[in-house]
């Protein structure tokens, strides 16, 4: 249990997403979700916060009707969007290159959506609607430009290969960040101060639910 009063599971195979949470020193689970990220939606924001939430829900209605009680899920996908174009993780190096191509000496967003999913009520039954809540951030990104050569070195270290926009701003591809505007954990796959203060609000509703439980025992 964490201080904020219940179990937080982290729908996510991401190892940042991971050191993200025990970066702020958070208690958590991992369960990774493995659902599809084919999205219909071309609008950033909406793309994310519905991949987000669909982890979530596959994650949190797999769980035992017993662990779902005190525990909220969480869900997160990340993307970046530049000239139009919505990159997700290159399927292989070629499409790394392309994508390196398009963002190198430009200005991107990255957009990062987060779904927060409870069981709202002990009582609550199976298809009832639960405690649910979306959000994203967006962070701009400005990088030098970088040259045919560099990008195939970049490219070589393997590390644009699983994350979006085949870069990690954490990583090497520093060296080739001019200016950001926003939170940087947000680039990173986790915003991760939005995210601990929509935690606190879900253990506000819980403590008030003791209140009235509290009460309807007198
Ligand atoms: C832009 C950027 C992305 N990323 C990573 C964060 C995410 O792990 C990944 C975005 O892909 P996602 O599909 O959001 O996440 P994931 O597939 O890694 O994990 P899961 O779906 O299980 O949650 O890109 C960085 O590590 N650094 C960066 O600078």
């Known amino acids: 249990m964490n201080k904020l009063g219940y179990k937080l599971i982290l729908a996510s195979a991401s190892p940042r997403r991971r050191e993200l949470l025990d970066q702020i020193g958070m208690e958590f689970e991992v369960m990774p979700s493995g659902v599809e990220e084919k999205m219909e939606s071309t609008v950033p924001y909406e793309m994310v916060m519905e991949l987000s939430a669909r982890k979530a829900r596959d994650i949190f209605h797999r769980l035992s009707p017993e662990k779902r009680n005190g525990a909220v899920v969480a869900g997160a996908d990340t993307v970046v969007a530049v000239e139009n174009k919505i990159l ?48 994203y951030e967006r962070t701009d990104v400005t990088m030098y430009p970088m040259s045919e050569e560099e990008i195939c070195a970049y490219v070589e270290s ?57 009460a309807s025992q007198e």
């Open 88 to 135: 997700g993780k290159p399927k292989d190096e070629k499409e790394a290159q392309e994508m390196l191509s398009l963002l190198q000496g430009r200005t991107h967003q990255v957009y990062t959506g987060v779904t927060l999913i409870w069981k709202e009520h002990a009582q609550q039954t199976e298809g009832e609607e639960m405690g649910k809540t979306s959000f």
């Open 158 to 214: 393997g590390e644009p290969m699983d994350k979006a926009g085949a870069y990690g701003i954490q990583g090497k591809c520093a060296a080739y960040v001019k200016e950001i505007n926003g939170d940087f954990y947000n680039v990173v796959g986790l915003p991760i101060a939005r995210l601990y203060q929509e935690m606190k609000k879900i253990s506000l509703v819980h403590e008030h639910r003791g209140d009235m439980n509290a």
